[in-house]
């Protein structure tokens, strides 16, 4: 009866069976494994530990030769907790998988991911994903000429592997974001990406220069860093034929190639580069300086308007003044008759006139009946 009863259902059995046996053929029978021929359970576990291991490691030591040109041996094991003899044997399995990956030649060697024929796969973390597909969506919609129909490709594929819950986010940001046109210069997408290579690579850039007179000239610089202001790209660098440093804006540079030599970086400006910055933009790249008295102590004023025009130095305890600059006097003028706050301007003399000016034009605009017009 038995016997008729397992040749009735012969597969039924087998599969509640299978794997009940299977789970417990690595927890309680390893004298029947063995027996069997097989492998000791332990050391199938310890086998299948290490292949997780390495594939992990793998993958973070690609994340970590993307994210930095050159990195020594030393370096890359002590990131990977493992031994120099590891990280070698970790890069020949890279470069067995198809990525060009250079030894560096110097003290102790080093590695640099190479050009490959094709662009291997990048390793993204979701905060990472998003911020790409928002970039290039942004991209998209002008500012860097050139990239427009690339990055709508390039953001096609990356929709199409994203995972739903991060689609959702990018897609929140298309739907609802209404992008406006505005009119202004834009960036070579090759001259952008070569002067960034030289920024980090620290390689000597030469470039020809047309300033804001439309006076040419050839710098050499030791570039530093790429400054995105509004629609326009800076480049804070060492200028070695005026022994300081300076900005240029990117899209009136033609950089000269082959880039090069390599140079040690500089350290920045004292002030930071953002102060640094700031302060060039908005007092020396102009060519109306300006000193004006505000009825403001410092403090409200560095916290207040008036610190967006330019930079703010105490007098005393009820008053400061604001060192600003400018293209033309008419705008300087209708700028600081927007702060609301007593002022009395300095120098120079014709910006005081123009404030005159303005002061008598907006009081005959404020007047009732005709008898007050001009």
């Known amino acids: 009866m038995a016997g008729t009863a397992v040749d009735e259902h012969p597969v039924a059995p087998v599969r509640r069976a299978h794997p009940v046996r299977r789970t417990l053929t690595f927890a309680d029978h390893a004298g029947q494994e063995q027996a069997g021929g097989g492998r000791k359970p332990s050391a199938i576990a310890g086998r299948l530990g290490h292949m997780m291991s390495t594939s992990a490691r793998l993958l973070q030591l690609l994340s970590l030769l993307q994210a930095r040109k050159d990195w020594p041996g030393s370096d890359l094991a002590e990131r990977l907790r493992v031994s120099p003899r590891t990280v070698r044997r970790d890069v020949e399995r890279l470069r067995e998988l198809g990525y060009p990956i250079d030894a560096v030649m110097g003290t102790g060697g080093g590695y640099r991911l190479g050009v490959g024929a094709a662009l291997p796969p990048l390793l993204l973390d979701d905060d990472e994903a998003v911020a790409v597909a928002v970039g290039l969506r942004t991209a998209a919609q002008g500012g860097v000429s050139g990239i427009e129909e690339t990055s709508v490709r390039a953001l096609a594929k990356l929709l199409q592997v994203l995972p739903s819950r991060l689609r959702r986010r990018v897609d929140a940001v298309g739907t609802f974001t209404v992008p406006m046109p505005s009119e202004g210069p834009t960036v070579n997408a090759q001259n952008l990406a070569l002067v960034a290579a030289a920024c980090r690579d620290s390689e000597i850039l030469r470039f020809d220069y047309e300033n ?15 400054v995105s202001y509004g629609r326009r790209w800076y480049l804070l660098a060492w200028d ?12 009136r540079m033609r ?3 082959p880039t090069g030599p390599r140079v ?8 930071g580069v953002r102060a640094y910055l700031s302060e060039r933009m908005n ?5 109306i300086k300006a000193r004006v008295r505000l009825g403001m102590p410092a403090q409200e004023a560095l916290e207040g308007p008036p610190a967006h025009y330019g930079s703010i130095e105490a007098v005393d305890d009820h008053s400061c003044v604001l060192l600003c600059a400018g293209g ?3 705008t300087m003028a209708c700028h600081l008759a927007m702060l609301d706050v007593e002022l009395w301007v300095e120098e120079p003399r014709e910006l005081r006139e123009e404030m005159t000016r303005l002061g008598e034009r907006l009081t005959r605009s404020g007047g009732t009946g005709r008898e007050t017009g001009p």
Do not use: K, N
């Not at 804001?212 to 790429?226: A, D, F, K, N, T």
């Not at 070695?240 to 899209?251: A, H, L, N, P, S």
């Not at 040690?264 to 002030?271: D, H, L, N, Y």
């Not at 007092?283 to 060519?287: F, S």
């Open 212 to 226: 804001h007179e439309g006076s040419p000239s050839r710098r050499i610089v030791e570039p530093h860093r790429l």
């Open 240 to 251: 070695t034929g005026r022994e300081d440093w300076r900005t240029f804006r990117v899209d």
């Open 255 to 257: 950089p000269l190639t």
């Open 264 to 271: 040690a970086p500089r350290e920045p400006p004292e002030q």
């Open 283 to 287: 007092l020396h790249m102009w060519p």
């Open 328 to 330: 033309d006097l008419v």
